[in-house]
């Protein structure tokens, strides 16, 4: 079955730097990369998600980048502020089938 | 609105007890999962149900059982709790179509000591 590797597992950075989240994945027919971010006590929630029709595609500070021939999908945060920090999971599925998580990765913005 | 609902939000059992985790959710969607969020192990599915009537072993379904009631609850079963399942426990639904988000519910942090 599929299995979602994610690094680094945590990450600090001040305020106004530029994170990545960098994932890999197993199964080639794996088209479905979303990344969800879960603040304290929260549950997970979308931010951004990419098909493997698609490279890249941008949200105003977020960008998820695809290489489906290395098998590996990244966030990017530009301009990060302290209300970013949170863990951020990647995920993968194929077609209609159930999303597999990498393991999260804590981003510690600080002022 | 209300989404997905899990209830209860906390739990705590002693080894051996018995209990059931119920999810509803309100917006038509096909498919139900259930996860659980341990430190530093990420989000491991449980069981899913890719439809009304249909359910599937996930990554650790072990000790867990699982009923889809209708096409909107998905309920979770823990038949003899173990300290091992201490954990927070998340109910999610998608529509089921192809690559489509999955919506979470608030969580259920259960404790079995």
């Known amino acids: 079955g599929e299995n979602v590797e994610q690094h680094p597992s945590t990450l600090s950075v001040q305020e106004g730097d530029s994170a990545v989240i960098k994932c890999t994945y197993s199964d080639s027919a794996s088209n479905y990369f979303p990344w969800y971010k879960q603040e304290l006590g929260k549950r997970p929630q979308l931010i951004i998600d990419?098909?493997?029709?698609?490279g890249e595609k941008k949200d105003q500070r977020i960008a998820v980048t695809l290489n489906k021939t290395a098998k590996h999908f990244s966030l990017h945060i530009t301009e990060t502020q302290p209300e970013d920090s949170a863990v951020y999971f990647c995920a993968a599925s194929k077609g209609f089938q159930k999303l597999v998580f990498g393991t999260g990765t804590r981003l510690l913005v600080s002022p | 609105n209300a989404g997905v609902t899990q209830t209860p939000k906390f739990q705590v059992l002693k080894t051996g007890q018995s209990m059931t985790l119920q999810c509803a959710q309100d917006?038509?969607?096909?498919?139900m999962y259930w996860y659980r969020q341990d430190p530093g192990m990420g989000l491991r599915l449980i069981y899913y149900?890719?439809?009304?009537?249909?359910?599937d072993k996930g990554e650790v379904p072990n000790g867990y059982n699982v009923s889809r009631l209708n096409k909107r609850e998905f309920s979770l079963r823990l038949e003899s709790a173990a300290p091992s399942q201490t954990s927070v426990y998340f109910c999610?639904?998608?529509?089921?179509?192809?690559?489509?988000?999955?919506?979470f519910g608030q969580g259920t942090r259960l404790t079995v000591v």
């Open positions: 999610a639904s998608s529509p089921g179509q192809p690559n489509t988000e999955a919506f």
């Open positions: 917006m038509n969607h096909n498919s």
């Open positions: 149900s890719a439809s009304e009537g249909t359910t």
């Open positions: 990419i098909r493997s029709n698609v």
